[in-house]
């Protein structure tokens, strides 16, 4: 062993000698407070699932489509429609402009959520829970009670659906969080509901807008949860991920970034970056939508990179089908040119999938196919 990576080695132990295990479940923002200057060995990926950090950007050569929901909403909607159509069956993901949320109502709740992680360790703490259906959940990693080798995230959930039931719940410091999150979850939840009926528009599933009411009922029920990730900037960024590649499991996410970039998305056998553009949505689609679309529409996965110097807050609205739903492709697409793809899925098999295993990539969908 050469000199320096034997004193690496040496800097590593005599940290994680000072770390004790449980302090790893405290998080990463807790681990930085602590001052630490190397990885611990919990957050390090084989070899062969780190990610390759280059100088150069591949921004230059890489753009997610971008889907104007003015045009969305006026004469241009049959053009509009295509382009979603499109984004949902190549990328699984799209970039959303002029969606008519007020800066202000992002900037709030981005500052509250980040004001969240900057309070003790201590009073984040009592939102620490194991149930994954409690209204509000602080923790780390993916699923801190499975993940062999943790992630560089910590995260504030919120279920916001229905709001009245669960606003008690969520946490009252900082005192800003609440009436920032009611208010933000109210307007992408709004924003959500329309961006359903055009999906459901681009796949020929309703005429136009009038008779899509019957459509979107279910919808508008369905489940919300905002989640907060706070990825701490990290003393070896290329040694571990902010969150490992994954699906998002509902049907649609509405994500904000801050002006890091870290969201990476895998197109055409790569990994991609998704550059920030300020004031946009980046909305992807989750396995429900794969499935309800029978595989027309992807569900693509993706994975956070850290960075050295700066941390970074996002914010993803998930929206997924009630609790008590089937999910299931739509009869209307199911034809024998195009064979039923997924079986019957729903919330609660879920839940217990995850509750059960290990994170690892797309494989509750994998799981859902039929083959
Ligand atoms: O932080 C990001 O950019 C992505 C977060 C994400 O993928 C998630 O919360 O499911
Ligand atoms: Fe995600």
Redesign the pocket.
């Given at each position: 062993m050469s000199p320096t990576i034997v004193l690496e080695v040496e800097t590593r132990c005599e940290e994680e000698e000072r770390l004790e295990s449980h302090e790893l479940h405290k998080g990463v923002k807790h681990l930085c407070e602590r001052g630490i200057t190397k990885v611990p060995r919990k957050y390090i990926l084989p070899a062969l699932d780190r990610p390759i950090l280059t100088k150069k950007d591949d921004a230059t050569n890489f753009k997610l489509p971008v889907i104007d929901f003015d045009q969305l909403q006026g004469p241009n909607r049959i053009h509009a429609l295509e382009s979603l159509s499109k984004a949902c069956e190549e990328y699984g993901f799209f970039q959303l402009i002029n969606h008519g949320i007020e800066c202000q109502s992002i900037l709030e709740m981005i500052e509250a959520g980040r004001k969240f992680f900057d309070l003790s360790f201590e009073e984040r703490s009592k939102y620490m829970s194991n149930d994954l259906r409690a209204p509000v959940r602080y923790g780390t990693s993916f699923n801190q009670n499975k993940d062999r080798v943790f992630c560089w995230r910590d995260f504030l959930k919120l279920d916001c659906h229905p709001l009245s039931d669960v606003l008690p719940y969520w946490p009252s410091s900082p005192t800003e969080l609440r009436q920032a999150a009611v208010n933000y979850s109210e307007k992408t939840r709004f924003l959500y509901l329309m961006i359903v009926e055009a999906i459901l528009e681009s796949l020929g599933l309703v005429e136009t807008t009038k008779d899509s009411d019957d459509h979107i009922k279910e919808f508008r029920d369905g489940s919300q949860l905002l989640?907060v990730?706070c990825?701490p900037s990290c003393p070896e960024p290329d040694l571990t991920l902010?969150?490992p590649p994954?699906s998002?499991y509902g049907f649609l996410?509405l994500?904000l970034?801050d002006e890091v970039k870290?969201?990476q998305i895998q197109h055409e056998g790569r990994w991609v970056t998704v550059e920030p553009v300020p004031n946009s949505f980046v909305i992807n689609v989750g396995d429900h939508l794969e499935i309800f679309s029978n595989g027309r529409y992807k569900s693509v996965l993706?994975r956070?990179l850290v960075n050295r110097l700066k941390s970074r807050i996002?914010i993803?609205s998930?929206h997924s089908l009630p609790f008590e739903s089937m999910i299931r492709p739509s009869p209307k697409l199911i034809n024998d040119a195009n064979p039923r793809r997924y079986k019957d899925t729903d919330f609660a098999s879920f839940i217990e999938y995850i509750a059960s295993h290990e994170h690892r990539s797309k494989n509750f969908l994998e799981s859902r196919r039929l083959t």
């Open positions: 989640v990730n990825y902010g969150i994954h998002d996410t994500l970034q870290g969201l993706h956070v996002s993803a998930l």
